[in-house]
């Protein structure tokens, strides 16, 4: 079977599309969102996506199902949140662990299930890392731009912790995302870094991030150009871009990832931007359109879905892949 390496080679990959838009569909209440013995829980948690790997993992599953169905090549895991920090806002951070691994788990048997039914084309599940919700560059408090929430330490702790489990959930690759603070994200490829010498293997590392605003710059001031050096000591299978805008606000970004990227590049953009009521409306022949553009430019290697993304997104994002080469990895001196 071959790697996601010579398959990257071959073709543009199809990355899934949104995770939180498909669990808003399903309509669940509270009770949907408390594991088996949390019945009582002192905190609400609906809207704590990651605990349905645990209270309804069939919905979890079929999700998965649903963006292989339409033909994404790799899956995300249900993680987006599923760190100690993350969790500790819902007083969850005892089950960090078994979110990851049984997200794992989910994901894994989805990808089992396709890649029985077609081995020739093998899918690969990515372990989705989020950039959790403290930030080691910015202040939560206007009054004292020298305070911190959470130190570079806490937040390795953390995410090593995540990563562990992940991998022994069976991820194929790890994806860093939607990184609007490069101190956490240096955090995160450390942790992974960490846990790799310490398991003595390694997977694929891929990275996202997300410029927030038509200034171009990460949320805690970075460009893209400065990003992309920040994060050249990480030996990475793909850098990309994904959320906060959409495909025709993204353009003048991957542009310059795609130019100066030394590995494999990504995109995954969420569907135009959001409404006065916050509903993504692009269609998905349009969110293809555009990320075609990219396609025909030679600017990607990996195309996929974020925010009101769903399986006709990636269904026509997968049609119009077939069409189009991977971009060239760059010969370096």
């Given at each position: 079977m071959?790697?996601?390496?010579?398959?990257?080679?071959?073709?543009?990959?199809?990355?899934?599309?949104?995770?939180?838009?498909?669990?808003q569909?399903?309509?669940?209440?509270?009770?949907?969102?408390?594991?088996?013995?949390m019945?009582?829980?002192?905190?609400?948690?609906?809207?704590?996506?990651?605990?349905?790997?645990?209270?309804?993992?069939?919905?979890?599953?079929?999700?998965?199902?649903?963006?292989?169905?339409?033909?994404?090549?790799?899956?995300?895991?249900?993680?987006?949140?599923?760190?100690?920090?993350?969790q500790?806002?819902?007083?969850?951070?005892?089950?960090?662990?078994?979110?990851n691994?049984?997200?794992?788990?989910?994901a894994?048997?989805?990808c089992?299930?396709?890649?029985?039914?077609?081995?020739?084309?093998?899918?690969?599940?990515?372990g989705?890392?989020?950039?959790?919700?403290?930030?080691?560059?910015?202040?939560?408090?206007?009054?004292?731009?020298?305070?911190?929430?959470?130190?570079?330490?806490?937040?390795?702790k953390?995410?090593?912790?995540q990563?562990?489990?992940?991998?022994?959930?069976?991820?194929?690759?790890?994806?860093?995302?939607?990184i609007?603070?490069?101190?956490?994200?240096?955090?995160?490829?450390?942790?992974?870094?960490?846990?790799?010498?310490?398991?003595?293997?390694?997977?694929?590392?891929?990275?996202?991030?997300?410029?927030?605003?038509?200034s171009?710059?990460?949320?805690?001031?970075?460009?893209?150009?400065?990003?992309?050096?920040?994060?050249?000591?990480?030996?990475?299978f793909?850098?990309?871009?994904?959320?906060?805008?959409?495909?025709?606000?993204?353009?003048?970004?991957?542009?310059?990832?795609?130019e100066?990227?030394?590995?494999?590049?990504?995109?995954?953009?969420?569907?135009?931007?959001?409404?006065?009521?916050?509903?993504y409306?692009?269609?998905?022949?349009?969110?293809?359109?555009?990320?075609?553009?990219?396609?025909?430019?030679?600017?990607?290697?990996?195309?996929?879905?974020?925010?009101?993304?769903?399986?006709?997104?990636?269904?026509?994002?997968?049609a119009?892949?077939?069409?189009?080469?991977?971009?060239?990895?760059?010969?370096?001196a």
């Amino acid at each position: 079977m071959k790697t996601i390496e010579q398959l990257a080679e071959e073709r543009i990959l199809v990355l899934d599309g949104a995770m939180g838009t498909m669990i808003q569909r399903l309509g669940l209440t509270e009770e949907d969102f408390h594991p088996k013995g949390m019945e009582e829980h002192p905190i609400l948690l609906k809207g704590n996506n990651e605990l349905l790997s645990l209270s309804r993992p069939e919905a979890i599953r079929l999700i998965h199902e649903q963006y292989l169905e339409a033909g994404a090549d790799i899956v995300e895991t249900n993680t987006f949140s599923a760190t100690s920090i993350a969790q500790g806002e819902h007083q969850c951070e005892p089950l960090v662990r078994e979110l990851n691994v049984r997200s794992a788990q989910l994901a894994k048997e989805a990808c089992a299930k396709y890649t029985a039914l077609d081995p020739s084309r093998p899918r690969f599940v990515a372990g989705a890392i989020g950039p959790m919700n403290k930030t080691a560059s910015l202040s939560p408090d206007v009054n004292d731009p020298g305070y911190r929430a959470v130190t570079f330490d806490d937040l390795v702790k953390a995410y090593s912790e995540q990563v562990d489990a992940l991998l022994d959930g069976g991820v194929d690759l790890l994806l860093v995302e939607t990184i609007f603070d490069t101190l956490n994200a240096k955090a995160a490829f450390y942790a992974i870094e960490e846990v790799f010498e310490k398991r003595g293997t390694r997977v694929p590392l891929m990275c996202s991030v997300t410029i927030t605003d038509a200034s171009g710059r990460t949320l805690s001031g970075q460009t893209i150009d400065a990003f992309l050096i920040s994060m050249a000591h990480v030996p990475l299978f793909s850098m990309g871009l994904n959320c906060a805008l959409g495909a025709a606000q993204m353009r003048p970004y991957l542009e310059v990832i795609a130019e100066q990227a030394t590995c494999r590049t990504s995109v995954y953009p969420n569907a135009g931007l959001p409404d006065q009521m916050g509903e993504y409306r692009e269609s998905p022949e349009v969110t293809a359109k555009l990320v075609g553009e990219f396609m025909a430019s030679g600017w990607v290697n990996v195309v996929g879905g974020c925010c009101g993304t769903t399986p006709p997104h990636i269904a026509a994002l997968a049609a119009e892949a077939k069409k189009h080469k991977p971009r060239p990895l760059p010969v370096l001196a």
